[in-house]
Structures are given as structure tokens and as C-alpha cells.
């Protein structure tokens, strides 16, 4: 688990140094309503669902700009959990600014999860990036079962493991002139380890270590299945959602995915 803890300090240090006032802000779009940090398609999923009065948890919030977009349709009360300290802290002052009093953040590894906890969740929300910090993902959905009450959900928007196969514009092997060339194998299990920092931040050109992992779409829906969490409804995009790869875009390649799975 040692990488855990140097993710965290890589997070924490990318935060510090990220461009300006990146996130500090948000509180504006989250006032102005119309699920601000979610996409025509998701926002179109959501809407279809039911969060009136629900408990809504994000594992890896992030700053929470997507959980408190969530907020304004109906939800209860809602916690957000990120290993990073400082930008969990974000998502509280934003929450302030933006008047939203039912939600908190906490800061914790997710696979330390407090048992306090468990059994309290309708919703489980994962977003873009959040399962690739983990190198396996049954003690990922361990917890997450744990935490839903029986009947809950887990609604994922997340990047399609096929990215995983595609330079990025600038790595050896990309080819702006042949996309369909692949430099990764899909059933890659050696760590990605990057030293660039999170572009998305801004901020220098270098960082502490992060070290991530690639998953196929079968360890993905057998890990949930190990835990008692059943597929319900399963789509896939052609379009980038983490913002790197969007030459790919509209090239008949699955790059990001939504999955709604019940416990």
C-alpha cells in the first residue's frame, strides 16, 4: 500500500502548487444550477434517476465539484472522500461559498474506510480517474458494498480501460496521422508511475511520484459482482472524458463509459 500514501502526497503537492485560483471558483457555476460538471450525456442519466431524499457518497471527490452539482437534485445529505488532504479542504470552502449545507468532505483513504460509515449510502458516485489509484479493484468495491444500504447503487462515469491502449499526443509511438495505432496492451499490469503532475491543475511541469493502474471492463464488472453488486444498465462513448486523449474523439474507439450497478 505504499503507493497509496505516495499518491497522496503527490496529490497534495500538485494542489499546492496548481495554477492560480484553479477550483476556487466553482462556487459561481454550482450557484447558477444545470449540473455544471457533468456532460450533456450524464447529465441526461441523472436526470432520469431519482435522488430525492437519497444519501449520496463520491469515492475520490476530488474537490467535490461534481458531488455538489449533484446536490441540486434533491438530494439528502452527501459526503465526499479523498486521500488528499488539502483539496478535500477545497470542497468544504466551496461548499460554503456556494450556500450548501448537506454535504461534508472527509479526508481518508478510501480502503480505510470508518465502519461508521457503512450501511449508510443509497448512492455510491465514481467519477472520471477515480478507479485507476487502485491496483486492485475487489477491495475497491469491498468498500463500497459496505457502504451502500441494501438496494443502493453505484453510478459510474469513468474513462473506458481501451484508453489505456492509446498514446497520448507526445508519447513515443503516438502518430497524429495514423490513430489507430495502439501502444499499450489492454491487459497491461505493470503501474503507470508519471512525474508530470495533473495537467487539468496547471501548475509546474514536474511533481512527486503518482502511480496508477489500468483495469479491463471484466475485472471492473467481476470485481462489483464479487461483492454482491449487479450491472443494471451499461453505455459506452466514443468521446474522451478526461480531457487527454480527445484526438480520438468520434473515431469509432469506446473512450469513456457509464454504469449504473445495483447491491
Request: glycine fraction near 10%.
Amino acid at each position: 500500500m505504499n503507493y497509496i500514501n505516495s499518491n497522496k502526497e503527490a496529490w497534495e503537492d500538485n494542489f499546492e502548487n496548481r495554477k492560480g485560483n484553479w477550483g476556487d471558483e466553482h462556487y459561481v457555476k454550482l450557484k447558477e444550477g444545470g449540473l455544471p460538471f457533468f456532460n450533456a450525456d450524464m447529465k441526461s442519466e441523472l436526470k432520469k434517476l431519482d435522488f430525492k431524499g437519497k444519501r449520496v457518497a463520491q469515492f475520490c471527490c476530488n474537490n467535490g465539484r461534481e458531488l455538489l452539482s449533484l446536490m441540486e437534485l434533491g438530494v439528502e445529505y452527501a459526503v465526499g472522500f479523498d486521500i488528499a488532504e488539502n483539496i478535500v479542504q477545497q470542497g468544504r470552502d466551496t461548499a460554503a461559498k456556494a450556500g450548501i449545507e448537506n454535504c461534508d468532505f472527509v479526508a481518508c483513504n478510501i480502503l480505510d474506510m470508518p465502519s461508521k460509515y457503512h450501511g449508510q449510502f443509497d448512492v455510491v458516485l465514481v467519477t472520471i480517474g477515480a478507479i485507476c489509484w487502485f491496483e486492485d479493484l475487489q477491495p475497491f468495491f469491498e468498500v463500497v458494498a459496505k457502504c451502500l444500504k441494501d438496494g443502493g447503487v453505484v453510478i459510474m462515469h469513468e474513462i473506458h480501460p481501451f484508453e489505456n491502449m492509446l498514446p497520448l499526443p507526445g508519447d513515443d509511438g503516438f502518430d497524429e496521422d495514423n490513430l489507430n495505432k495502439f501502444a499499450f496492451s489492454y491487459f497491461r499490469q505493470e503501474p503507470w508511475i508519471e512525474n508530470k503532475g495533473m495537467d487539468y491543475m496547471g501548475g509546474r511541469g514536474d511533481s512527486k511520484t503518482f502511480t496508477s493502474f489500468s483495469h479491463t471492463m471484466s475485472h471492473i464488472i467481476n470485481s462489483l459482482s464479487a461483492n454482491g453488486i449487479n450491472v443494471a444498465s451499461f453505455k459506452e462513448y466514443d468521446y474522451a472524458v478526461s480531457g487527454a486523449t480527445t484526438v480520438y474523439d468520434g473515431k469509432g474507439m469506446p473512450l469513456s463509459f457509464y454504469l449504473v450497478a445495483e447491491k
